[in-house]
């Protein structure tokens, strides 16, 4: 009981560190105004950020409420109706809800599956195009060395270090996906948790030699500790073991008024893969964009 009394405190904590102590959306999210929530990375926030000023734009009240926390906290704080829509990942949510995905799924079986598990009282809007998901990178020069053009190469070498977030170890798409569906000797393959979601500190583990290969996410730029871009080699999936992870709106159904739809689905549908790039390397990279500058400069450039 005292372990679960904790729990629920830490999460009106972050809740209440996110929004304003007079914002009446601290804990519940007001029927006049859309509170968009967050995730705890870059990405997350500005499309986020895109969504809400092309809500306003359409006549809407927008309030944004930043950095709530991992896909757990965020889905709690939809459920509970502390933020009306999020910004959500189809593959990884799918799963999250209990979706059993083939290897191969096509974004479409994942969109099917996806409304198939979603608990009563959420839902989605389109997919868009756009999909950050997991990738297997490695450096050019071992590239080249070992003749490593797909994840079915990794069985060349001598020992497969993985370079990514500790969770990748249980994730259907790690290591035993990498032995159950491409043959890599699972006695080769052991992590290098790095915990910063396939940035900076990731990719120096592999360009240092601690690792042979790097979990990174595909709308990731490719940077050093200096900003620097790193010239790394993507594996290609042609089994198709990491999900699609189109980017999609997830809702609390009836939570938003008539209109509103329509325009975050349109927004949705400029977001290609190549655009969050473009978008994340000018947050993160020595621009240092900050994500509302960033969202409305590309809504202004492809309207």
């Given amino acids: 009981m005292k372990k679960r009394l904790a729990a629920i405190a830490a999460f009106a904590l972050v ?7 007079s914002d009446p959306l601290a804990t519940e999210s007001s029927d006049d105004v859309i509170t968009i929530g967050t995730a ?3 990405e997350s926030e500005i499309i986020g950020q895109v969504w809400a000023q092309a809500l306003e734009d359409a006549g809407f009240q927008v309030e944004v409420t930043s950095a709530i926390g991992s896909r757990e906290v965020y889905l709690r704080a939809l459920e509970e109706g502390s933020v009306d829509l999020v ?6 949510l799918a799963q ?3 979706a059993d995905l083939p290897t191969g799924a096509t974004p479409a079986d994942v969109d099917t599956a996806l409304s198939e598990v979603l608990p009563e009282g959420l839902s989605t809007g389109n997919l868009a195009e756009g ?24 069985s060349k070498l001598d020992q497969v270090r993985i370079a990514a977030n500790p969770e990748l170890a249980e994730r259907p798409y790690g290591p035993r996906g990498l032995t159950s569906v491409y043959n890599v000797d699972a006695s080769t393959i052991t992590m290098v948790p790095i915990s910063d979601g396939g940035g900076p500190l990731t990719i120096a583990a592999l360009t240092s030699g601690s690792a042979d290969v790097a979990d990174i996410y595909t709308t990731s730029p490719l940077l ?17 073991l ?17 209109g509103a739809v329509d325009a975050i689905n349109g927004a949705s549908a400029l977001l290609t893969t190549d655009a969050l790039v473009a978008m994340n390397l000018r947050n993160i990279g ?18």
């Fill in 40 to 42: 705890n990375f870059p």
């Fill in 224 to 240: 050093d500790s200096a900003g620097n871009e790193i010239d790394l080699v993507t594996l290609d999936d042609p089994e198709g």
């Fill in 286 to 303: 020595k621009e240092k964009a900050e994500a509302p500058v960033i969202a409305r400069e590309f809504l202004e450039e492809n309207s």
């Fill in 87 to 92: 910004p959500e990942y189809a593959g990884n």
């Fill in 242 to 258: 990491v999900l699609p992870q189109n980017v999609l709106p997830l809702m609390r159904s009836g939570a938003l008024p008539d």
């Fill in 15 to 21: 809740l209440t560190a996110c929004s304003s102590p």
């Fill in 96 to 98: 999250f809800y209990g």
């Fill in 131 to 154: 999909e950050s998901k997991d990738s297997y990178r490695v450096t050019r020069s071992l590239a080249d060395d070992r003749g490593l053009t797909t994840l079915a190469d990794l």
